[in-house]
């Protein structure tokens, strides 16, 4: 190594970087070959609109800065000026692949806040279209996350299928992606004739699909040499960073809120959580095809014990809750969602804070990718599983 | 830092200039008490049932950190869920001390709400989780406009962009913050828009002012 001469380090934009500048290493493997490259905002691997400044020695990845905020659409204070109701198909713009489980954490924020329940029946169907959208989440998480990679056959095939998926929540409520699919103290549709025919067709169906993923890419050479070892990050270190989800089992952490702090009809049902040992995109690939073989054993437990009844529960049809706040959270594909409501008795909230898992997960993202290639950075980014319409709300 | 003014402990203080609206939503009462281990109902509240009030919070865990904060500290349980309303003096330590001492080991969020009439105009909350223990406590604290809060990124990582969106949103400073600044508005932002006193449509009129040139429509 040649003697470091860091004049170059005062061209570096200060201001955009002061957040790195903390841990510039003084000695560079290749003199002065220090770049500073823009990723993003329109980058196809980028997911979105998310603009990632990398600072490189050559293609070595001294560290990043994430640049957000493109999508933001100011989502909690829309709600400020909003009725509960109203505001409730909002948040299936949040995270738009996974449109079932922000309405289901919303619906049960404002239930706990209300003190009451929804009733059984509505519950078991909430339980059902939350897998079937985590299904379809992890479908499409994998399908681009491989097609990053390299891999563009599953793509094909993981939309193929996530068809099937959305062909339900169509003919459940009308809509494929922002589904609106639950109301403050149940779901607003009994279900369709035939419902249950249609999901347990789909399992019979899809079952061997997950095996057609994995055929394609769990012993696959390129597959292993591109996501093993690449992008680790230790529990300790999650934990830190509050990051959630598959993230976090994948790094050895046992802990699902579906068990930990049961909610809708979670605690009925038999189910394992997947973890991995070594927190690298590998072990995440494997974790997420785990949850999808759990979520299938979850849909088949509550297609099969639906029980009768009403769907919506006893709520007034002016939702004002009485003074007070509310924390609740539920395990959302991408990891932990919360929503924090502070009521002031009135028709609309006084502050609803969203808590997104994408947003904290990409926050880990310089962590996982510093002292690796440019090329691993898409690998890191697709497998945090970040929509940022989650991220900027 | 409008640190002296502290309110001699009335039972319910959290939301002090919220209280008189509480009387109407006797609707919303409780149907199935499913909460796991639901408050008490309708305390000996004065005469209208306003729907379930905050309760102290009565544990090993409270007992220790009262006996050595004393009148700083206000534990509370609304809805099953409990929080600390402490005193602003109090911040770095007792958030660290949760951390260290009582295994709250991972911050889930971090956010602020706004009260423009009262004196301590933000509530600023953190939303703590403890693995070890799978509970979930929330810390609350006021502060005046203007006062900062000291940065708790060096308790856990995460608040890093946390508290940056408390000051993008709410203009709250944070001292010893590594990088603070905007994080999903541009830097070129006025105002900060989670204030209870922005107007929503005011940055739509100044943008048509500025690049029409013409007063907005809305």
């Avoid at chain 1, 509505?122 to 079937?132: M, N």
């Avoid at chain 1, 056959?153 to 959305?166: A, G, I, S």
């Avoid at chain 1, 959580?273 to 690298?280: F, Q, S």
């Avoid at chain 2, 979930?136 to 940056?164: C, F, H, Y």
């Amino acid at each position: 190594m040649s003697s470091p001469t860091n004049d170059h380090k005062n061209e570096v934009p200060k201001r955009s970087l002061s957040n790195l500048d903390l841990e510039t290493p003084d000695k560079t493997y290749l003199d002065s070959n220090e770049l500073i490259i823009n990723m993003g905002p329109q980058h196809p691997a980028t997911h979105g609109v998310l603009r990632v400044i990398l600072k490189l020695d050559g293609e070595r990845v001294l560290g990043t800065e994430c640049v957000i905020g493109y999508l933001h659409r100011g989502v909690e204070k829309i709600a400020e000026n909003r009725t509960y109701t109203m505001f409730n198909p909002y948040v299936d713009r949040m995270d738009y692949c996974a449109a079932v489980s922000n309405g289901l954490g919303y619906c049960e924020a404002v239930e706990k806040l209300l003190n009451v329940e929804a009733p059984p029946r509505a519950q078991y169907i909430r339980v059902i279209l939350t897998e079937l959208n985590r299904i379809a989440s992890h479908q499409l998480w994998l399908g681009t996350h491989a097609l990053d990679i390299g891999a563009m056959t599953p793509l094909f095939y993981t939309f193929r299928d996530r068809e099937e998926v959305l062909k339900i929540f169509e003919r459940y409520c009308g809509a494929r992606l922002t589904t609106h699919a639950f109301r403050i103290g149940g779901c607003q549709y009994e279900t369709y004739s035939g419902f249950e025919k249609d999901v347990t067709t789909f399992l019979t169906f899809f079952a061997p699909k997950i095996d057609e993923y994995e055929a394609l890419l769990t012993t696959n050479r390129i597959w292993l040499e591109r996501t093993k070892n690449v992008g680790v990050i230790s529990a300790a270190d999650c934990i830190a960073l509050g990051v959630t989800g598959p993230l976090l089992r994948a790094s050895g952490v046992k802990w699902d809120l579906r068990k930990a702090q049961p909610y809708a009809a979670y605690s009925k049902f038999d189910f394992e959580i997947p973890t991995g040992e070594n927190g690298d995109t590998y072990d995440r690939y494997i974790v997420r095809m785990m949850e999808m073989r759990q979520a299938m054993r979850i849909i088949e437990q509550a297609v099969n014990g639906i029980p009768e009844g009403p769907i919506m529960g006893k709520v007034p049809k002016v939702i004002k809750p009485p003074v007070g706040e509310i924390y609740h959270s539920i395990e959302a594909p991408k990891g932990e969602l919360g929503y924090f409501i502070v009521s002031d008795g009135s028709t609309q909230p006084y502050r609803l804070r969203v808590r997104p898992p994408s947003f904290v997960n990409l926050q880990a993202l310089d962590l996982m990718v510093r002292g690796l290639l440019v090329a691993d950075v898409i690998a890191v980014i697709g497998t945090l599983d970040i929509v940022l319409g989650e991220v900027d709300r | 830092m409008a640190e002296e003014i502290k309110s001699p402990a009335p039972p319910p203080p959290p939301e002090g200039e919220k209280k008189p609206a509480a009387e109407k939503p006797a609707a919303a009462a409780p149907t199935a008490p499913a909460k796991p281990a639901a408050p008490a109902a309708k305390p000996a509240a004065p005469a209208k049932p306003a729907g379930p009030v905050p309760m102290p919070w009565t544990s090993p865990l409270v007992e220790k950190y009262k006996s050595q904060y004393g009148s700083g500290l206000d534990a509370l349980t609304y809805l099953g869920q409990n929080y600390f309303n402490v005193d602003r003096s109090l911040i770095p330590d007792i958030l660290r001390l949760l951390r260290d001492e009582e295994q709250f080991d991972y911050c889930v969020d971090l956010t602020a709400a706004h009260y423009p009439k009262r004196e301590k105009q933000f509530d600023v909350v953190w939303i703590l989780y403890s693995f070890p223990r799978n509970q979930r406590m929330r810390v609350k604290t006021q502060i005046a406009d203007g006062a900062t809060l000291p940065s708790s990124v060096s308790i856990w990582p995460t608040a890093n962009w946390l508290e940056r969106e408390v000051y993008d949103m709410f203009g709250i400073q944070f001292d010893g913050h590594p990088d603070l600044k905007r994080i999903l508005l541009p830097d070129g932002w006025k105002g900060f828009p989670l204030r209870k006193d922005y107007d929503i449509l005011q940055q739509d009129k100044e943008w048509v002012q500025i690049n029409l040139g013409i007063e907005s429509g809305q």
